[in-house]
């Protein structure tokens, strides 16, 4: 099965970091990457296909990467959603939680995205 996710992060660090291991995780994967809220509506709008997982940052140049992820449960409600930040405060955790969206640390355990992953249907 070919899977295929969405990395929206304005750092190009950051989104070769979260590539490289969603590439060891799942090397087959279609992986699409977005720079800011919208360029990621834009790929999301033009593809016949939603990606299994969309990864965001919190900080964006154009947009909260939380509220970004609010609109996209609310318009896209079985989208697999994970908020990627280096930021741990306990009201982006909250709100990660209250739109069922995984929250993961900058810098990125491996363990924790398999973990992730794992809990994605195949």
């Known amino acids: 099965m070919l899977f295929r996710y969405l990395v929206i992060d304005d750092s190009h660090v950051s ?21 800011n809220c919208a360029q990621a509506r834009a790929l999301l709008r033009e593809g016949s296909t939603l990606p299994d997982a969309v990864f965001c940052d919190v900080v964006l140049p154009d947009g909260c990467g ?10 896209y409600p079985d989208l697999r959603l994970a908020l990627y930040t280096s930021r741990t405060e306990d ?28 809990l994605q249907p195949s």
């Open 15 to 35: 989104r070769a970091l979260l590539n490289g291991a969603l590439d060891a995780l799942r090397p087959d994967a279609l992986i699409q990457e977005a720079i």
């Open 66 to 75: 939380l509220e970004f992820a609010q609109e996209l449960r609310a318009e």
């Open 91 to 118: 009201t982006l955790r909250e709100g990660a939680a209250a739109i069922q969206a995984s929250f993961l640390e900058k810098p990125l355990q491996i363990e924790v995205l398999r973990d992730m992953l794992t």
